[in-house]
């Protein structure tokens, strides 16, 4: 198993940034791709970005990209996420995920993920 563990979230004013960390441990993190999700209060959790095993391979979801970074560091065992131009919709616990050995083919369910942080909590003022 993979134990992943988030950190980085706050409480920030609109048109902020932020980095979150997603921190592996249990397995060796280069043989998993990527993933964070996000979920409002209220709303199902959704897809936000995924990463590839060595990291050349990224895709968004249509609502963050242009502002959001995914990335890893292998030898840290570590992956992130950029949030830039933060706004309050944006406000929501965010979680990272983790599929061994490949991107899964539909990579925006959750269900694909064999593996979940326990989340952190970003909050975006106006």
């Known amino acids: 198993q993979v134990q992943l563990v988030e950190s980085g979230g706050g409480l920030v004013q609109a048109g902020g940034s932020l980095r979150l960390s997603c921190a592996a441990s249990g397995r060796i993190f280069s043989n998993y791709a990527m993933a964070w999700f996000r979920q409002a209060p209220g709303k199902e959790r959704e897809f936000v970005a995924v990463?590839?095993?060595?990291?050349?391979?990224?895709y968004y979801s249509d609502s963050v990209k242009g502002r959001f970074t995914i990335s890893r560091d292998n030898g840290k065992n570590t992956g992130y996420l950029r949030i830039n131009s933060l706004k309050p919709e944006d406000t929501a616990v965010y979680y990272c995920?983790?599929?061994?050995?490949?991107?899964?083919?539909?990579?925006?369910?959750?269900?694909?993920?064999?593996?979940w942080g326990q989340g952190t909590q970003v909050t975006v003022s106006s």
């Open positions: 995920a983790a599929k061994s050995l490949r991107i899964p083919n539909i990579y925006q369910r959750s269900d694909e993920y064999n593996y």
């Open positions: 990463i590839s095993l060595t990291g050349g391979t990224t």
